[in-house]
């Protein structure tokens, strides 16, 4: 993937706030995990793909993937598969 030609400060001048601050630290500071997708702009690896493996989800896992691709906001694993 290619970076964004502006840092991020620009970034936040473009991009419309979609949740206060407050919010978001509120939404941190409770959340039992953080994912950021950073494949193929920091890492060389399919990051998730390689946490599936290690986990034994790998075919639950790419059914998330195509779903969330395709639109899906997905928030839990389904309840038959292992937990991470």
């Given at each position: 993937g290619l970076a964004p030609a502006c840092g991020p400060g620009e970034m936040r001048k473009i991009l419309?706030?979609?949740?206060?601050?407050?919010?978001?630290?509120?939404l941190f500071c409770s959340?039992?995990?953080?994912?950021f997708e950073v494949d193929s702009t920091i890492i060389r690896e399919d990051g998730i793909?390689?946490?599936?493996?290690?986990?034994?989800?790998?075919?639950t896992m790419s059914e998330?993937?195509?779903?969330?691709?395709?639109?899906?906001?997905?928030?839990r694993l389904p309840s038959q598969s292992t937990q991470l």
């Open positions: 419309p706030r979609l949740v206060s601050h407050a919010e978001l630290r509120k959340a039992d995990a953080v994912w793909d390689e946490l599936a493996k290690l986990y034994g989800v790998e075919d998330m993937a195509w779903q969330a691709m395709g639109g899906a906001c997905i928030s």
